[in-house]
């Protein structure tokens, strides 16, 4: 807008100064015959018979009615004998024109069409150069500088009020667009506290919703709104419809792995009675029902491992209460002592320096956790059994409870071979186990360690294995009852 009214401007003005400058021009050449006629009785006739207009110094253009501060003229004789130039400066006073400047005005092709010329000295002028009847070259000139002052002083506002016009859209629209979004901000806010949800465990029920008065269809930000509801509500019946097919799973190996304890404990039994009975069996029957009795052994303690981790996934309450972890120490190092009688097992506990047992729990300062005591129990006696079964004789299994600030840390290493590497990333998985064959005959049924992290996790602790051979450390981090 700014550039094309002040080219328009600036062309309406130019044209107003060729008008004004034609004018002057007629006038300028007319004047020479109306000076010439007002000329003295005693002024001298030029060769055609003519008289010679007498001053010499004031060109004929000055002075002449309407003819206004500025112009600039020049006059030149047809034979080029006599040039008459000057100008009225802002005073009125007749000034000389240099040669420069003679020359430039001169030099304009006399077609009687206004040109730009620059005048040295002078600036920009709109000159006619006309030729009368006679031969005589007339050149009339305006300054140009009114015009370009004009469009200067035009061109200033134009930028002031622009920026100030700029000012007031930034903040009329800084203003508006806020109030409009404001509702995006309540939808967004909306998003946010669902995604600060805990929605990736157990059942889940998502109340958020967008406030009704932000779901308005009609508005860009209401379909947003709706269809945030909308996608709430269907991630809400897809996570429930989840939830539940994963209990059904749960409850289906919780049930399975109940009923199939009945069965297994008759054929237990069953086979030991056939064993103790008086008639002679061959030896192959009754080495067929050692292995009976055995194999029944190894999946009843599957089933009853499957079970408690069934019971474990569902997230059934713990039987909280105070625990003394040392004691639990002391009590599973003693019955690992019986079981593993080819490892060499050691203890250390806080505030006691003897190894032995039955002294050490006399010593030792009681550990306190909140927690099940039974499934404490059943944490400890995994990870020694861990350290007897899949460690070679006389390795040293060292079990050790400290307090270390707000929790207590209980540690069981061993200096036996270490994990195998394949197992290491997957090793509280059920069913992980190292050497396939080996472990199976050695009852080994991989849902030891996936207890424990089960276990571990229920009490809000963790647990960090570092399978280093030599050096097998198993740390069990647990919240202090009273920190
Ligand atoms: N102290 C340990 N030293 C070496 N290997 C171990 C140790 N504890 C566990 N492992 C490896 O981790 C596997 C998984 O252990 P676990 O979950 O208790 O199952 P399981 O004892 O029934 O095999 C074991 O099969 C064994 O290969
Ligand atoms: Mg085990």
Do not use: C, K
Not at 46 to 62: I, Q
């Amino acid at each position: 807008m700014g550039v094309a009214s002040t080219v328009a401007l600036r062309g309406s003005l130019l044209t107003q100064v060729d008008e004004r400058l034609r004018s002057a021009s007629e006038r300028a050449a007319a004047a020479p015959d109306r000076l010439g006629q007002g000329a003295p009785e005693d002024a001298p006739t030029g060769a055609d018979g003519e008289r010679v207009f007498p001053g010499g110094a004031v060109p004929p253009a000055f002075g002449l009615p309407g003819q206004s501060v500025g112009t600039v003229s020049v006059f030149e004789s047809a034979d080029g004998s006599s040039v008459q130039s000057g100008y009225l400066d802002d005073d009125a006073v007749v000034q000389e024109l240099t040669d420069a400047q003679l020359a430039a005005l001169l030099d304009l092709t006399p077609d009687g069409e206004p040109t730009s010329v620059t005048l040295p000295g002078l600036g920009t002028y709109r000159a006619v150069s006309v030729v009368s009847d006679r031969g005589d070259t007339s050149v009339t000139a305006v300054p140009v500088s009114t015009i370009t002052d004009t469009v200067d002083e035009f061109v200033v506002v134009e930028i002031a009020v622009a920026a100030l016009g700029l000012v007031v859209a930034a903040v009329l629209a800084t203003v508006l667009v806020r109030r409009e979004l404001r509702p995006l901000d309540r939808v967004a806010a909306t998003a946010t506290r669902v995604s600060e949800m805990p929605l990736s465990r157990g059942e889940v029920d998502i109340p958020e919703r967008v406030p009704a008065r932000d779901t308005d269809p009609a508005t860009e930000v209401g379909q947003v709104g709706a269809a945030l509801n909308r996608m709430l509500g269907h991630v809400e019946s897809a996570l429930t419809a989840r939830h539940e097919s994963e209990t059904q799973v749960r409850r289906f190996v919780a049930d399975a792995s109940h009923e199939l304890r009945t069965p297994l404990a008759s054929i237990r039994g069953y086979a030991e009675l056939v064993q103790r009975l008086p008639a002679d069996l061959p030896d192959d029957a009754v080495r067929a029902m050692g292995r009976v009795e055995s194999e029944a052994r190894r999946m009843t303690s599957l089933v009853e491992d499957m079970l408690l981790l069934a019971r474990l996934d569902a997230g059934r309450d713990l039987d909280l209460g105070e625990v003394d972890l040392a004691a639990l120490a002391v009590d599973a190092v003693a019955d690992a002592h019986v079981a593993g009688r080819d490892h060499v097992w050691r203890l250390e506990l806080p505030g006691a320096a003897d190894d032995d047992p039955e002294e050490a729990e006399a010593e030792a300062e009681p550990v306190e956790v909140v927690g099940d005591e039974h499934r404490l129990r059943q944490v400890l006696v995994n990870l020694l059994s861990n350290a007897r079964v899949h460690t070679p004789p006389g390795t040293t299994v060292v079990v050790s409870v400290a307090l270390e600030g707000p929790a207590a840390v209980l540690r069981v290493r061993d200096d036996g071979p270490g994990i195998p590497e394949p197992l290491r990333s997957r090793l509280f998985e059920r069913f992980a186990r190292g050497d396939e064959s080996r472990n199976r005959a050695a009852g080994s049924t991989g849902l030891g360690l996936a207890i424990v992290h089960a276990v571990v996790t229920a009490h809000g602790g963790t647990i960090d294995v570092d399978g280093t051979p030599g050096a097998t450390t198993f740390t069990v981090t647990l919240p202090l009852a009273t920190p």
